[in-house]
């Protein structure tokens, strides 16, 4: 319906669309076409009602309503397919159950007759390919489903009993496998240049056992120097098992122009908060509701205002609102309660190491940790891809991902693209110059 809507049609032709898709079992753009993604399918204008996995309200369009149907769907469905192109691979199981399928090679098809029967046709190779598609024979009916199929299949209307054109086939949908070990879910993130300074002791599927346990300390520290570099922060992490004694500790160092301590204390805060995630999907079956998870960090910012309070409401100019948004996002994916605890930072600078406690000795690590690779990042230029996984909305601006307030970076470049233009108008400063001053120390 959402095409109808932005067609901005009247209430009273709305309703008699509604009655139309509900009586066709219509949900989303994928119902009305053949499984080629891109051609209406003929049996949405049928007069028989849709058939469904899913629970639809009984209806009976009249005949004005069913001409009104056709002659939206004919305007409306070419338009957006001719903008995206055609639909993609389903992503769940179709409700509108295929009655057709096609093996591999596409040399026979089936006809799904009932839960245990299935006719099979073949490729009649005498007969030539026309644009309508390929002719296939019925060559008998067989019990069960069959064994080969790998595509659902759409077919134009059989002109007669024992034959059929197949118009278009597509991927048939299979549940994704769940990784089973810590390690294969760690790789199944996206963004896998997050890991390039991880290391884990063992193969990490100790992880859900320090949980459960109770037995799990987690340390973050960020780090930043402006002396060095002003566009370079680094957050480092570490899981420590007490018991065990076993560690996964790593680094997210991260290039941008909102770098600052600020930011670096959020990127150790999203390390852990990924491999608590890896871990619980990798142990799906654990029930963790009732697991309190402790989490220490020497900012309070990290801490209090946003580690525990995942459902404040964000400023809109808030400094590291991207991390902000992702730290809250990881915190509500994991099926355990998260507390974030302050810890005071640098408590080596009056205290010999030896005689701090485990978790002021882990944060002392951490910051070691985090001037490390930062330097040798600032070095080599060695960053992670910006891009962190369940990331949906990103925004880039000529290129640049925005990773701090959405309004500021939008106020910033609409205001260098006027000063652009005022300037070269007014032949003070050529476009092509203009971003080879340091704006930032030029008087207002």
């Known amino acids: 319906m959402d095409i109808f809507l932005a067609a901005g049609y009247s209430t009273s032709l709305m309703e008699s ?60 469905v070419p338009q957006t397919i001719s903008r995206i192109g055609q639909l993609g691979k389903y992503i769940c199981q179709p409700h509108k159950q295929y009655k057709w399928l096609a093996s591999r090679d596409r040399e026979y098809v089936y006809h799904l007759l009932s839960s245990d029967e299935y006719g099979v046709y073949k490729l009649n190779y005498v007969r030539r390919i026309t644009r309508s598609g390929c002719r296939y024979n019925k060559i008998s009916t067989r019990p069960g489903q069959p064994s080969d199929a790998t595509f659902y299949a759409s077919v134009h209307p059989p002109t007669t009993p024992d034959s059929i054109i197949l118009h278009s086939t597509c991927d048939i949908f299979h549940e994704p496998t769940n990784p089973s070990t810590f390690m294969s879910c760690l790789s199944s993130y996206s963004n896998q240049s997050l890991w390039k300074h991880l290391e884990i002791d063992g193969d990490g599927d100790w992880l859900i056992k320090s949980i459960l346990q109770g037995t799990l ?60 995630r890896a871990a619980f999907m990798a142990n799906p079956q654990v029930d963790c509701s009732h697991i309190k998870l402790e989490l220490y960090c020497d900012n309070k910012g990290v801490v209090i205002t946003h580690g525990n309070q995942v459902d404040a409401v964000l400023k809109p100019d808030e400094v590291q609102a991207g991390l902000i948004r992702l730290m809250r996002t990881y915190t509500r994916l994991i099926p355990a309660q998260l507390q974030w605890i302050h810890v005071h930072g640098h408590s080596d600078a009056n205290t010999p190491f030896a005689q701090l406690t485990i978790i002021q000795q882990l944060n002392v690590r951490c910051d070691q940790l985090a001037k490390w690779y930062l330097v040798r990042a600032i070095r080599t230029g060695d960053y992670i891809d910006p891009t962190f996984p369940d990331e949906d909305i990103v925004l880039s601006i000529n290129s640049e991902k925005v990773r701090s307030s959405t309004k500021k970076a939008v106020y910033k470049h609409w205001g260098k693209q006027a000063a652009q233009d005022l300037f070269s108008r007014r032949d003070k400063v050529p476009r092509e110059s203009f971003d080879l001053i340091h704006w930032e120390i030029m008087p207002k």
Request: some cysteine.
């Open 17 to 76: 669309l509604n009655r139309c898709r509900r009586f066709k079992c219509v949900h989303s753009m994928s119902d009305v076409l053949f499984a080629d993604g891109k051609t209406i399918s003929y049996e949405i204008f049928s007069d028989a009602p849709g058939e469904s996995t899913r629970l639809f309200s009984w209806e009976q369009p009249t005949r004005a309503d069913q001409i009104q149907w056709k002659s939206a769907i004919l305007d409306k």
């Open 217 to 276: 300390l987690i340390s973050m520290d960020g780090s930043y120097m402006s002396d060095l570099s002003q566009s370079a922060c680094s957050g480092a992490f570490i899981l420590h098992c007490t018991e065990s004694k076993q560690e996964i500790k790593g680094c997210l160092v991260d290039e941008s122009h909102q770098a600052d301590n600020y930011r670096g204390e959020f990127l150790g805060a999203l390390g852990p908060l990924l491999l608590l």
